[in-house]
């Protein structure tokens, strides 16, 4: 594979050629995490100059195979300040792949703002201050007239520009929407740190499309529209649809981890949504790729038809809903509007805007206050630049004893005492608080229930791991679990005819090894394994439910075969 290394400081561009074998590379996570444990120093600073930013799309970008088009972004997080990958939809891997580059890394810093701009597999570096300070939509647009509608676009907003520890980096979708993000981990700030305002790839003349490639994709939609949840729930409620799941098993996050039932989940969740849709004219069943049989994302649109924002996700919905004591899908998709268009993770906002009205800052459910709030992060006051460090960071001004944190990041949509699954995840993952690491709450168990769940989480991680490494979405995975023969199958084109699951779930665990060394080597040891104290003391109604495992009982979690 050939990756591009970015030497901002220096003004050069440089290819590298990457051996594509088993054991070494398949892209996309795995990519990140070998870097990270060969190339990153440790100790450096998250927004100094010594901290690489990578891009990687997965092994099989480019395929056209449905949901392969994935896109991984990494480096030091200076939210965690750990191993950091981050992942988005959209069109950039595709793009990246048509042009035969496995892999972006930008290092060192540049001035003035700049953009990173790709063309027929070369690079150049160009500057652009006129885009200073402007949000992702206005930036995307200007980008789409300058470059042309054949582009991926990767931007940050002023939130990246002014490296804020929840800045995100916004992706362009198939119809050229910057509404695809790698959210997690304040990634954004690392590139708006490096001077850079967006990536720009022009699509080039694509992979040839063998006949044996060809019949494995159309295997695989086979299999995915043979399975009842990418048929019947991801085109019709979305994402969304899992609030009402999370509610019944009371794991929500409602009025900062108070609570993990909503009272009003009926106003916010995946049917309401879909009724609102459908009564405005707005879009349910959208792929944000092409090709993807899953279409799980959804056009928001406000009461005169006008579009809003696109997707309007579960986890948004959760952080920025139920979090807030907000159950107003408007209210909610007009925050979500804010944090796109500023460039920041809805997670982290939800999660720092719900420690901030714990600690009386505000009332749960006053959206007008709780956008004044936001409006405080965009004009940059002293709360808002406290704010747009993110819910640990918030909790620590304010003397906050109940902050919902693993290793600096917000949790997102699921209260780990009755997710417990999710929970194990929190606690082992190197990524902190992310569901995107091992997400457990489609598996049919008992959720509140500690049996089973440390082998569930570590098989739920190791499969996510590899499906980061191919580039694959995690929606996919129902027809994986169908039928792994035509996935397996795409591997062996690129890997060799002796690829089967085990040596591919080995690399998942490689993948993993690799950033937890990286963690312990910025000092985030054993000791950062852990909740916040408040959920091993405070039941959560309406079960009634406290974590209960103390952190010694994940020792050597990953040494186990």
Same mark, same amino acid.
């Given at each position: 594979?050939?990756?591009?290394?970015?030497?901002?400081?220096?003004?050069?561009?440089?290819?590298?050629?990457?051996?594509?074998?088993?054991?070494?590379?398949?892209?996309?996570?795995?990519?990140?995490?070998?870097?990270?444990?060969?190339?990153?120093?440790?100790?450096?600073?998250?927004?100094?100059?010594?901290?690489?930013?990578?891009?990687?799309?997965?092994?099989?970008?480019?395929?056209?195979?449905?949901?392969?088009?994935?896109?991984?972004?990494g480096g030091k997080s200076p939210?965690?300040?750990?191993?950091?990958?981050?992942?988005?939809?959209?069109?950039?891997?595709?793009?990246?792949?048509?042009?035969?580059?496995?892999?972006?890394?930008?290092?060192?810093?540049?001035?003035?703002?700049?953009?990173?701009?790709?063309?027929?597999?070369?690079?150049?570096?160009?500057?652009?201050?006129?885009?200073?300070?402007?949000?992702?939509?206005?930036?995307?647009?200007?980008?789409?007239?300058?470059?042309?509608?054949?582009?991926?676009?990767?931007?940050?907003?002023?939130?990246?520009?002014?490296?804020?520890?929840?800045?995100?980096?916004?992706?362009?979708?198939?119809?050229?929407?910057?509404?695809?993000?790698?959210?997690?981990?304040?990634?954004?700030?690392?590139?708006?740190?490096?001077?850079?305002?967006a990536i720009v790839v022009r699509?080039?003349?694509?992979?040839?499309?063998?006949?044996?490639?060809?019949?494995?994709?159309?295997r695989v939609a086979q299999v995915?529209?043979?399975?009842?949840?990418?048929?019947?729930?991801?085109?019709?409620?979305?994402?969304?649809?899992?609030?009402?799941?999370?509610?019944?098993?009371?794991?929500?996050?409602?009025?900062?981890?108070?609570?993990?039932?909503?009272?009003?989940?009926?106003?916010?969740?995946?049917?309401?949504?879909?009724?609102?849709?459908?009564?405005?004219?707005?879009?349910?069943?959208?792929?944000?790729?092409?090709?993807?049989?899953?279409?799980?994302?959804?056009?928001?649109?406000?009461?005169?038809?006008?579009?809003?924002?696109?997707?309007?996700?579960?986890?948004?919905?959760?952080?920025?809903?139920?979090?807030?004591?907000?159950?107003?899908?408007?209210?909610?998709?007009?925050?979500?509007?804010? *944090?796109?268009?500023? +460039?920041?993770?809805?997670?982290?906002?939800?999660?720092? !805007?719900?420690? $901030? &009205?714990?600690?009386? =800052? @505000?009332?749960?459910?006053?959206?007008?206050?709780?956008?004044?709030?936001?409006?405080?992060?965009?004009?940059?006051?002293?709360?808002?630049?406290?704010?747009?460090?993110?819910?640990?960071?918030?909790?620590?001004?304010?003397?906050?004893?109940?902050?919902?944190?693993?290793?600096?990041?917000?949790?997102?949509?699921?209260?780990?005492?009755?997710?417990?699954?999710?929970?194990?995840?929190?606690?082992?993952?190197?990524?902190?608080?992310?569901?995107?690491?091992?997400?457990?709450?489609?598996?049919?168990?008992?959720? *509140?229930?500690?049996? +089973?769940?440390?082998?569930?989480?570590?098989?739920?991680? !190791?499969?996510? $791991? &590899?499906?980061?490494? =191919? @580039?694959?979405?995690?929606?996919?995975?129902?027809?994986?679990?169908?039928?792994?023969?035509?996935?397996?199958?795409?591997?062996?084109?690129?890997?060799?005819?002796?690829?089967?699951?085990?040596?591919?779930?080995?690399?998942?665990?490689?993948?993993?090894?690799?950033?937890?060394?990286?963690?312990?080597?910025?000092?985030?040891?054993?000791?950062?394994?852990?909740?916040?104290?408040?959920?091993?003391?405070?039941?959560?109604?309406?079960?009634?439910?406290?974590?209960?495992?103390?952190?010694?009982?994940?020792?050597?979690?990953?040494?186990?075969?």
């Open positions: 594979m050939q990756a591009l290394l970015v030497d901002l400081g220096a003004g050069q561009i440089y290819q590298e050629k990457f051996d594509l074998a088993l054991g070494r590379f398949l892209g996309g996570r795995q990519f990140v995490s070998h870097w990270l444990a060969q190339e990153i120093d440790p100790a450096c600073d998250p927004l100094g100059c010594h901290n690489d930013l990578v891009f990687a799309p997965g092994l099989l970008a480019g395929t056209h195979v449905s949901s392969s088009n994935r896109l991984s972004v939210l965690t300040g750990g191993a950091k990958e981050a992942n988005a939809g959209g069109v950039m891997a595709l793009h990246l792949a048509s042009n035969r580059i496995g892999a972006i890394i930008l290092r060192g810093k540049t001035r003035p703002l700049s953009l990173v701009v790709i063309e027929q597999s070369t690079a150049t570096i160009q500057a652009c201050p006129d885009l200073e300070g402007k949000g992702v939509y206005d930036t995307s647009q200007v980008l789409r007239s300058r470059f042309g509608p054949d582009c991926a676009f990767g931007i940050i907003g002023p939130a990246g520009e002014r490296s804020d520890a929840m800045a995100a980096i916004a992706f362009s979708d198939k119809d050229g929407q910057p509404e695809r993000f790698a959210g997690r981990g304040g990634l954004g700030a690392v590139m708006g740190s490096k001077g850079i305002k699509k080039g003349q694509g992979l040839k499309a063998t006949r044996q490639l060809r019949e494995l994709a159309k995915a529209q043979a399975n009842s949840v990418i048929t019947e729930f991801f085109p019709v409620v979305g994402t969304a649809g899992t609030l009402e799941m999370v509610d019944e098993v009371g794991g929500l996050p409602v009025r900062n981890f108070r609570s993990g039932r909503f009272e009003w989940a009926g106003r916010i969740g995946g049917k309401a949504l879909r009724e609102t849709l459908l009564a405005r004219g707005g879009t349910c069943g959208h792929a944000c790729m092409p090709g993807c049989v899953v279409r799980c994302s959804n056009r928001y649109v406000d009461r005169d038809g006008k579009h809003v924002v696109g997707p309007l996700e579960y986890e948004t919905i959760a952080l920025l809903g139920s979090n807030l004591g907000v159950g107003d899908l408007d209210a909610i998709a007009r925050l979500n509007r804010f *944090a796109n268009d500023f +460039g920041v993770d809805t997670i982290e906002l939800g999660g720092a !805007l719900g420690v $901030a &009205l714990d600690c009386g =800052l @505000g009332d749960f459910g006053d959206t007008e206050r709780i956008e004044e709030l936001a409006s405080e992060i965009a004009r940059g006051t002293p709360l808002g630049l406290i704010l747009a460090q993110g819910a640990a960071i918030t909790g620590k001004v304010f003397g906050a004893r109940r902050v919902p944190v693993v290793k600096g990041q917000a949790m997102p949509g699921y209260d780990p005492r009755a997710v417990k699954g999710n929970g194990v995840t929190y606690v082992t993952s190197p990524m902190g608080a992310d569901h995107t690491a091992g997400n457990t709450i489609g598996c049919d168990v008992d959720h *509140a229930d500690m049996a +089973g769940k440390p082998e569930l989480s570590r098989n739920t991680q !190791l499969r996510c $791991a &590899l499906f980061d490494s =191919l @580039g694959l979405c995690e929606f996919i995975s129902y027809a994986f679990n169908d039928d792994p023969e035509p996935f397996l199958a795409l591997a062996r084109l690129h890997l060799g005819d002796d690829v089967d699951l085990p040596t591919l779930l080995d690399q998942g665990k490689r993948t993993i090894m690799n950033e937890l060394r990286f963690n312990e080597a910025c000092g985030l040891g054993s000791h950062t394994n852990r909740l916040p104290e408040f959920m091993y003391t405070e039941e959560s109604p309406p079960l009634g439910v406290s974590w209960g495992s103390p952190p010694r009982a994940f020792a050597g979690f990953w040494q186990k075969d």
